[in-house]
């Protein structure tokens, strides 16, 4: 069984700190990884991806990808109450994504 | 451009009962993939479509099938169904299948109620 596994939190960290997801994968057949976000009733919105060891920033948001230790991870900095949220960690092999369950994150103000 | 469009955004269904669910991938999206969404089990891959051919399935039983027209606009088909079948169906498109950082974007979503 293929499976993505996360903290399903709720994560609580106070607006303008750094929150710090995590998520760790099972098949070394992913070929990249995917977050994410999905408010309350609503569908998944695109974070951003990585395929390559290491680093990749966006904006606010910095994804890290460790293939060695099968280990994702997602930074959010100066964290927003609209981050508020819950954030879903997919590997993608070929054309299907594998998601975690998500972990859910609370932003106060 | 516009995005993914699901219809109907709710459904109420009995046991039993089969129901039809549409999904309108981007334009330009050859590749559409199902999913299901519980509390219990989260997102689940149910297949994938891409140019008319379903190319990859998940592990769902046979009363879950879906089709993909010329246009790129796919169905979902759920017979005979059951109160476990309540759940968010979302669509889900892509510009073609099987490339990796190949981008997945979601519809709203069609949520399902099995009385």
């Known amino acids: 069984q293929k499976e993505v596994e996360q903290n399903s939190g709720p994560l609580s960290v106070p607006e303008g700190a750094i929150a710090s997801l995590n998520c760790t994968y099972s098949d070394r057949g992913s070929q990249s990884f995917f977050w994410y976000r999905q408010y309350s009733g609503k569908s998944p919105e695109l974070i951003m991806f990585?395929?390559?060891?290491g680093d990749k920033e966006d904006g606010r948001f910095t994804a890290q990808l460790n293939k060695a230790s099968q280990y994702v991870s997602l930074l959010i900095r100066d964290s927003q109450p609209s981050d508020s949220a819950t954030y879903l960690c997919?590997?993608?092999?070929?054309?299907?994504?594998?998601f975690g369950k998500g972990t859910m994150l609370l932003v106060s103000p | 451009k516009a995005g993914v469009t699901q219809t109907p955004r709710y459904l109420i269904k009995t046991r039993g009962q089969q129901v039809t669910l549409s999904c309108s991938p981007i334009s330009g999206h050859r590749s559409v993939s199902w999913y299901q969404q519980t509390p219990g089990q989260g997102l689940q891959f149910l297949f994938e479509?891409?140019?008319?051919?379903?190319?990859n399935k998940g592990n769902f039983p046979g009363r879950f099938s879906g089709r993909q027209f010329s246009n790129s606009r796919s169905e979902m088909n759920v017979s005979t169904l059951e109160l476990g079948d309540s759940a968010l169906y979302l669509c889900a498109s892509s510009l073609t299948a099987g490339g990796a950082q190949e981008t997945q974007y979601f519809g709203p979503g069609t949520r399902l109620l099995v009385l």
């Open positions: 997919a590997g993608q092999r070929y054309s299907t994504l594998t």
């Open positions: 479509y891409f140019s008319e051919t379903q190319r």
């Open positions: 990585i395929y390559s060891n």
